[in-house]
């Protein structure tokens, strides 16, 4: 007995609204892991599939509101709000960079295709280099030089998260690129029994 | 090539990614010091206005952390710390004996062992037999805070 009847396609808003929510969640349940995170892959997505204002509200939105619960409940006290903030400007500004390149290297790529999601992993990997060399940079302005680490101290300490922030996004890309990119193109299943068109219908 | 074929392929190179780094990951990964047999060596804790000093003879924690937690429970005196988890496995002290980091007065607890300014974690920081190490309350100065 077909159990879909089709497939309600979902608005930008709505589209940009879910993305936010699994960024908030995922960020908070994997925060025992460092830099295993869904956030990264999530601007890629919502630069590529929504683009426009849309790519920076929705890692902005993610890290915004995640921030709020890490600062004032694991993190608090330990760093001071300067620090905060000024390390904040760069995580931010780092996942926007990832959201718009997401939507400038996958532009006219958004196809139900293997090949898609391939690419889209692909170019996961780079952009988490360029993000991680960019907060770490961040992260030396404003925790480890005031505590007379040098760059290249920081640096070397960070290839080991690089690569872990690296099998993230491999992990991820996949994953949630699949996901958002059927929900785009095709929208959300509806079930019932069958009388619409569905992705089957259109390869 | 089919559709069917391209997925299998990017299912099996993005196994073999994973796989990959995950091993990458394990060679650059910090080793934790390994369990030696007792030695003998000097813990200075400078804070503001006070010193604490102990002696250990015999201990079996060699670590720079871990010889600060042997004498907090020694001695009596209040230590706090944050614990990073995997992959460092480390820890970050932020306060000894009611002296807390203040970053408004740009004040960290930093460790010396043997004059020389700590270049890792405390609990990555292996303390020898006849090593003095040494916890400091300032502003971070480097080399400096050791002498």
């Known amino acids: 007995m077909p159990l879909i009847a089709g497939y309600r396609k979902l608005p930008k808003p709505a589209l940009a609204l879910l993305m936010i929510i699994i960024g908030v969640v995922g960020r908070a349940l994997l925060a025992p892991a460092p830099n295993v995170e869904p956030v990264l892959i999530l601007s890629m997505l919502a630069g590529m599939l929504l683009g426009g204002v849309y790519a920076i509200v929705v890692p902005v939105a993610i890290m915004a509101l995640s921030d709020v619960y890490f600062y004032f409940v694991p993190y608090e006290g330990i760093y001071p709000a300067f620090s905060i903030l000024g390390l904040a400007a760069f995580t931010y500004s780092g996942f926007v960079f990832v959201s718009l390149m997401g939507g400038f290297l996958m532009r006219r790529r958004v196809l139900w295709r293997t090949k898609t999601i391939a690419i889209f992993t692909t170019i996961s990997v780079p952009l988490t280099i360029a993000y991680d060399a960019w907060t770490a940079f961040g992260n030396w302005v404003f925790l480890s030089a005031p505590l007379g680490q040098t760059l290249p101290d920081v640096y070397g300490k960070q290839v080991v998260f690089t690569l872990i922030h690296i099998f993230s996004s491999l992990l991820f890309a996949p994953i949630l690129g699949t996901t958002f990119l059927a929900l785009h193109l095709h929208g959300l299943p509806v079930p019932g029994p069958r009388s619409a068109k569905s992705p089957e219908d259109s390869q | ?147």
């Open chain 2, 1 to 147: 090539m089919r559709e069917r074929t391209q997925a299998l392929l990017f299912v099996g190179a993005w196994l073999s990614a994973l796989a990959l780094v995950l091993v990458a990951t394990s060679t650059v990964q910090p080793r934790p010091v390994a369990p030696r047999g007792p030695f003998s060596g000097l813990l200075l804790v400078r804070g503001e206005g006070w010193t604490i000093e102990y002696e250990a003879a015999g201990a079996r924690n060699n670590t720079a952390f871990s010889l600060l937690r042997e004498a907090s429970v020694a001695i009596g005196f209040e230590l706090d710390w944050v614990e990073y988890g995997w992959p460092y496995e480390d820890v970050f002290v932020t306060s000894i004996n009611g002296s807390r980091n203040d970053g408004t007065r740009n004040l960290w607890w930093q460790y010396c062992v043997n004059d020389a300014y700590a270049s890792q974690g405390a609990l990555h920081q292996e303390v020898l037999d006849g090593d003095v190490v040494t916890w400091v309350y300032a502003a971070p100065g480097g080399e400096d805070l050791c002498r």
